[in-house]
Every structure is written in structure tokens, then in C-alpha cells.
């Protein structure tokens, strides 16, 4: 018996990520890096925290949908040299979604060649640039989940399933973009329509998910199928490995290495020696050592002028 038999509503089988770890790790590097390491790190702060903040407007979204389906939050999937960072796979019996969160400043606008420009207004001024396009990054993704499904050896089910409804993949997995700050508008009146369809806002998700699994050309999968595709899923995690802590854990091992000073620069240097001789600085006659014996100089050594007493040249040592 599945577990859409006990409960109607969303079930996280991976709901947290790395993002959190990494960034306490940040802050905790912070104060102890030199200057320009603590730019960088400030900045990946800043990244991580708004890539957190979108996450967690899609994790609300899904967790009130009151749908009965599987959800992996941040998935890393690997083979061979390729890989992909998924947000959320979301697996349904209709369909699987694959979704990309972008938590992007400034207003976005997708021409007709599906081209991403992004609009910011800094310094009094509104700056145009292009993004790389979150639908190609989709696709890719979705592309890997395909080898991987099709090379699938371990789980027969799972290869039962997928050579199936293999001529059906792209109706069965679809992929989303989700923009998850509601400050950002999106104008994509010139986009194509199959890329225009792929783009949505935060507070669209749930719905746009159940319009999908409403249309027509896809087989309903069985509860048990269902779980057993997610679970499988979840078995091809690895560890994503971009560790923000262990790469600034080494530039400041670096920076600190280069800038100790070598021992040569940190030795003591020796006192320059007394001069044995000294030419005197008025006639220039040599001077030779002398001790006072009278006055309130008495008993103190001094260089006095060899030809004294036509030059009275004294040099106190």
C-alpha cells in the first residue's frame, strides 16, 4: 500500500539543503579574513540568502498545495561527467516536475528568440543585461534525468516504468521557472509560447501544476509506481560539491601564507659595530679614544682630535 492510500497531502522526502550549512559557515569565516577575501564572501552571503528566500516561498507554496505528491528539495544528480542541481523534482501520478527557483533583482523581460534580459535601476540610472537562460539549465537537467532513467539498471521497476512511457518523457516531465521575488515584473509578451508557458511566479505554482495535470496524453501511474519513482530518485543523491566554506577556507590559508614575513625578514638585525677609528670631522686628522677626567663628563669615553690642542674636536661615544 502506497502512501497516498494514508494521506492527501504533499510529502517532503528531502526538504532541506546545503545552502543553510554553508551559510553559517560564511558568516563564522567572515570576521577573521583579510579585507578583500571578506568582499567575496559578503557577496556569496548576499547570493545564498536570496537563493534561500526563493527556495522558501516554492517549499510554502507546495507544502499548502493539499496535494497528495512526493517533493526533493535540492538534488544533486550525477553520471559520468555531468551533473545537475535540481531545486525541487516534484512527482506526482500525472507528472513530474522539474523546477528551478530564481530569486532575481529587477524586472524581466523574454524576447522572442527566448532570450533572458534583465532590467535594474542603480545609480539613477536602468542598467539592461542578458542572464543565461533558466529555461536551457531546465532542459539540461531534464536531459540528464532522461540518461539516467534510460541507463537505469539496478531497479527494474524503474526501468520497466521509464521504457513504458519513454515516447511520452517530455509530456511526463516538465520543466519550471519559478520567479520568487514578487517585486520582479516579468514581461514576456513577445516570448514564444511554449517558453512563455514555462515561466511563473511564486503564487502560481500550486495552480499551474494541477492546470498541467489536467490536460489530456498522459497515463495516470499507479500509488505504488509513484513512490517507488521518487524513492528512486532520492537513492541518486550525492553531496553537491561546491563548498563555499572549504574555498575560502583555503584563499585565506593563501593569503595568510604569503603575507607572514619569511625569516629572513623577521630576524633581529645586529647592531651596526663600534668604529675602531674616526677621522675627525673638522680637520680631518684621525681621532683617537680618550677619557674625560675632569668635569662633569669624568670617567666618560669620547673620540678627541689627535691634533688637540690646535683643533678641540670632540665626538661623545
Known sequence: MGLFDKMKEPIFLKETGSSNEQLEGLKALLPDAPQE??????????????GMYGEEQIAFELKNSHMPMFILHDLFLTDGDLSAQI??????????????????????????????????????????????????????????IKKILRESKSNFIIKALFERFERFFYDTYRT??????????LNAK???????????????????IKQINSQRGCDTSSEKDTEELARYFLSLH?????????????????????????????????????AETMICPYCGASMVKRIAKRGRNKGNRFWGCSSYPKCRAIVEI
Open 87 to 144: 531545486d525541487y523534482l516534484v512527482i506526482t501520478r500525472k507528472r513530474n516536475f522539474v523546477i528551478e527557483c530564481k530569486n532575481l533583482f529587477g524586472n524581466i523581460e523574454i524576447n522572442n528568440n527566448g532570450d533572458f534580459i534583465r532590467t535594474v535601476y542603480y545609480n539613477g540610472r536602468y542598467n539592461k543585461e542578458g542572464i543565461y537562460s533558466p529555461i536551457t539549465q531546465n532542459q539540461r537537467h531534464l536531459e540528464l
Open 37 to 50: 577575501i571578506q568582499v567575496q564572501i559578503e557577496r556569496d552571503i548576499k547570493l545564498l540568502s536570496a
Open 238 to 274: 550525492r553531496g553537491n560539491p561546491a563548498d563555499y566554506i572549504e574555498k575560502y577556507r583555503t584563499q585565506i590559508a593563501e593569503y595568510r601564507e604569503k603575507s607572514e614575513p619569511t625569516a629572513a625578514e623577521t630576524k633581529t638585525p645586529e647592531k651596526e659595530p663600534v
Open 176 to 185: 519550471v521557472v519559478v520567479l520568487a521575488n514578487p517585486k520582479t515584473v
Open 190 to 208: 513577445y516570448a514564444k509560447k511554449e517558453i512563455k508557458e514555462q515561466v511563473i511566479r511564486a503564487d502560481q505554482l500550486v495552480d499551474h
